[in-house]
């Protein structure tokens, strides 16, 4: 043993995802990452270890290169030991293994050229581990990396197991993991610093030397809410350094590389597929989640959760792909791009948007926006539209072309079609409506299709319940305990779809149906073409033009019987920047009711609240998002997007009566739950009277 004394191995990991607004990288930069830096400076007999992600970094770099230059020399000193990891913060657990060795190379790199030294440790994005990992990352100089205390508790060993680190290995590549234990993130820097080196002096009473790992987010340190105030204001920072150095007759503050190369290991141990405890509890369904929350609440009051912890586990991560189509098709889509220029010799510029669009913020959701947040889920499509774009380009030089490809894409196990060329690509979804998951405008790297589905989340029974939001002696409260409703009468707004929201869905409605009964799903559906299967009738490409042609034999389904209705649905793609639907319903039989057929078209343009993002009618009558509104009998109108730079045209041919309103979830963020635009549904409503044997009517849409 190197050491007589406790060691605390302390680690901040400072991140920001990919897209995310440049006023908030500055405010973090102003309330977290600057002071925190700054502080250190002040200390230099304070050791810690340093993770930023590529994102930040590069931010950084543009921004604040002053800062970097800092950081540089806190490691150049060794007071600082910087870790590496996937350079844009993929879970490495969910993106083939080429992207992710190529990811922590670059981050690697750019750790050595910026800050002065090899990284040994690898920071692994919210602690997403899989048995496979050290085969994964093997071969990259890799000696250790932080995992949960929950992985080991998982691998059934108890609470005196989670000090030390220990050894595990896959295929003969080692690697060490050192368990950041729970007691550690939940104390620092919520409690005041005394609890904390109570606890370490307690661990060293009883077990000797050995050292206690915290890794946990930088943010905690003042961009959390509430912490700026706490952490410097207050003084906490500066309070736990103090405390921590007057404790130096038995403690000792120490970087994770140096204590796994002057220490053995505790032994070896192999892990599951695990992340943190509260991770694994975001990923189940809605409704288990809730069970599984109210099971640990039960076992902590009797006492019992400790020792029923190795036992009690929630779901994996992958989970997510499951709970949200949006988080599937971006990742499926990622697969299908990585692949796509695995197979050719891909631009380099290509592959940093690929590894861009790898970035894990959107892709989940759980304490923060994540997924909930547009912006990041734009950032995601438009990064694999770029990557996608230039491997067309290099594919198929300048020339124009256009291609129908037929493929199982969000691996379901039903083939999907998809119709793109050098403007335009489209994603349509015979088995499930015909509908169209995704519209990218390639040039301006942007999908239209950009909306969410409004589902049960667990945090929203707290809309029913009431509880003591209080600090706790002068604390500051951890955001995994912290309940606030940014808004009263939240729980007005839980509309729950019964369909997965997409483009060119189509619905039959009774007559007398109106925009008032759209926005909380109070209209009646007699039709079974929504999220039914319709089958292909012939698809194809030639020069400049795909197209796709289908067919659901369904029916009305009215109080007053049954009477069949088939619906052919077609759809063509270019030349140029035209996407173009058309519908021909037939109803034979004499008798049915009438009714109103009505195509909805769900897509974002990022902001309703913002004044040059709006829908453009006739005669220049602006219509903004915010807001339901109504029009009768509109034979064309424009998204605008000034932001963004597009005008995208809609033609209807017959004239549409227009229904359109926002699609707003209740969803949870550090700062609280709140009302989130989503997106709009615009419907195109065509009647179809009774005496009517057919019904044809057709959309063109064009990138202006």
């Known amino acids: 043993m190197a050491s007589e004394k406790m060691t605390l191995l302390l680690v901040l990991h400072a991140h920001q995802p990919v897209g995310n607004f440049d006023h908030v990288m500055h405010y973090a930069y102003e309330t977290c990452y600057e002071p925190v830096v700054k502080t250190l400076e002040q200390y230099p007999e304070f050791r810690c270890g340093l993770h930023y992600s590529g994102p930040l ?21 060794g007071q600082v030991e910087i870790l590496t990891g996937g350079y844009y913060e993929p879970l490495l657990a969910s993106i083939p293994k080429r992207d992710a060795r190529a990811q922590i190379v670059k981050q690697s790199g750019f750790t050595r050229e910026t800050f002065g030294k090899k990284p040994t440790g690898l920071w692994l994005a919210e602690r997403i581990w899989e048995p496979g990992m050290p085969a994964k990352i093997g071969g990259l100089d890799l000696a250790y990396t932080l995992v949960d205390d929950t992985h080991l508790y998982y691998a059934g060993l108890g609470p005196e197991a989670m000090f030390g680190y220990h050894l595990t290995e896959r295929e003969g590549f080692g690697l060490g993991v050192f368990p950041t234990h729970k007691e550690l993130r939940y104390s620092i820097p919520f409690k005041d610093p005394s ?27 003042g961009l959390w809410p509430d912490t700026w105030d706490w952490v410097f204001k207050r003084g906490w920072l500066k309070r736990f350094i103090e405390a921590a150095l007057e404790a130096s007759d038995w403690l000792s503050l120490g970087h994770c590389g140096q204590w796994a190369s002057e220490n053995p290991p505790e032994g070896r141990i192999y892990l599951p597929t695990a992340a943190y405890e509260e991770m694994l509890t975001w990923a189940l369904p809605s409704r288990t989640a809730v069970k599984m929350e109210a099971l640990t609440k039960e076992l902590k009051q009797k006492g019992e959760f400790e020792e029923m912890r190795p036992f009690l586990r929630g779901g994996i991560w992958d989970n997510f792909l499951v709970k949200y189509r949006e988080s599937n098709l971006m990742h499926k ?38 997924l909930y947040l547009a912006h990041l889920r734009a950032a995601v499509h438009e990064h694999l539209i770029k990557a996608d774009t230039l491997a067309d380009k290099a594919l198929h030089g300048k ?57 049960h989340e667990a945090y929203h029974e707290l809309l029913t319940m009431t509880g003591d939001e209080g600090d706790s002696e002068g604390e500051v409260q951890s955001i995994h305990d912290r309940v606030v409703f940014k808004e009263e009468n939240l729980e007005k707004h839980l509309i729950y779809d019964w369909y997965e929201r997409a483009m060119f869905q189509d619905h039959i409605l009774p007559e007398g149906t109106g925009l008032r009964d759209m926005p909380g799903l109070g209209f009646r559906e007699w039709g079974d073409f929504v999220n039914q299967p319709y089958e292909i009738l012939e698809k194809g490409q030639a020069k400049e033009r795909a197209w796709l042609r289908l067919l659901r034999k369904g029916g009305i389904y009215s109080d007053g019987g049954n009477w069949p209705l088939n619906v052919e649905k077609g759809f063509s793609l270019g030349p140029g920047a035209l996407f173009s639907v058309d519908y021909i319903a037939t109803a034979p039989d004499k008798g049915r009711p009438g009714v109103m057929f009505a195509v909805e ?58 229904w ?22 615009l419907n195109l409503v065509w009647p179809f009277a009774a005496n009517r044997e057919k019904l044809s009517a057709g959309i063109d849409l064009e990138v202006l």
């Not at 970094?57 to 000193?77: F, I, R, T």
């Not at 510029?349 to 994540?370: E, R, V």
């Not at 489209?426 to 088995?431: E, G, K, T």
């Open 57 to 77: 970094l590069n931010w950084l770099k543009q921004n604040q290169p002053g800062y970097l230059e800092q950081v540089a020399k806190l490691s150049q000193k």
């Open 195 to 221: 609890e904390t080196l109570d606890f370490l002096k307690r661990v060293l009473d009883s077990k000797g030397p050995t050292c206690a790992t915290y890794g946990d987010d930088m943010e905690k340190f």
């Open 333 to 370: 889509r990622m697969l299908f791009v990585s692949q796509k220029l695995a197979n050719m010799d891909a631009p380099e510029l290509a592959l940093d948007h690929l590894y861009q669009s790898q970035c894990n913020c959107a892709y989940w959701h759980g304490l923060f926006g994540g």
């Open 399 to 455: 020339a124009d072309w256009a291609e129908c490809r037929a493929l199982d894409l969000d691996l379901d196990g039903r083939e999907e079609v998809v119709l793109a060329g050098p403007h335009l690509d489209a994603v349509i979804h015979p088995s499930y409506g015909g509908s169209v998951s995704v519209l990218d405008l390639r040039p301006q790297a942007f999908n239209l299709g950009l909306g969410l589905t409004r589902r």
């Open 601 to 658: 078209i769900n897509f974002s343009l990022l902001a309703a609240s913002d004044p040059g993002k709006h829908i453009l009618l006739p005669g220049k009558e602006k219509m903004g998002l915010e807001s339901p509104w109504e029009k009768g009998l509109v034979s064309s109108l424009d998204l605008v997007n000034e932001a963004d730079g597009f005008v995208v045209r809609l033609s209807l041919n017959p004239p549409a009566l227009l």
């Open 660 to 681: 359109c309103y926002p699609v707003e979830t209740v969803s949870q963020s550090e700062s609280g739950l709140e009302r989130t635009y989503q997106g709009s549904s």
